[in-house]
């Protein structure tokens, strides 16, 4: 998937659609695309936010207590932004339910490209 398509996916989403495309350009080009394994977690419930992560293919699953409340199958589906943003505890764990392929964005690299862009931020 190219940056172009990346981005559009990005623009799709709610988050991110009156987001620049530069400041969706910078996210993208922070981030680091990775292959993901079937029960990989993304993001431990209870632990502060490391990072966001776009799914770029494959289906994740939202557990909160170890009880799936929620798949997300949709590409450009966006998670963790609110406890990357905020380092706070976050309130699920999303796990990879097969194999796939999703864009990682480090807490740091996020807020960087939010103080270059502040469209972002908002």
Request: hydrophobic share 45%; charged share 25%; aromatic share 2%.
């Amino acid at each position: 998937m190219t940056e172009t398509e990346l981005t559009t996916l990005l623009r799709e989403n709610a988050d991110f659609s009156r987001v620049s495309d530069a400041a969706l350009a910078a996210l993208i080009q922070s981030g680091e695309r990775r292959a993901t394994d079937t029960g990989e977690e993304l993001i431990r419930q209870g632990e502060s936010g490391q990072r966001i992560w776009v799914l770029i293919a494959g289906e994740l699953e939202a557990l909160v207590d170890n009880e799936i409340v929620n798949r997300l199958a949709t590409a450009g589906e966006v998670v963790g932004q609110i406890s990357a943003v905020s380092f706070t505890p976050a309130t699920a764990t999303v796990r990879m339910a097969g194999p796939g392929e999703c864009l990682a964005v480090s807490h740091g690299a996020l807020h960087a490209v939010m103080e270059k862009h502040p469209d972002l931020a908002e």
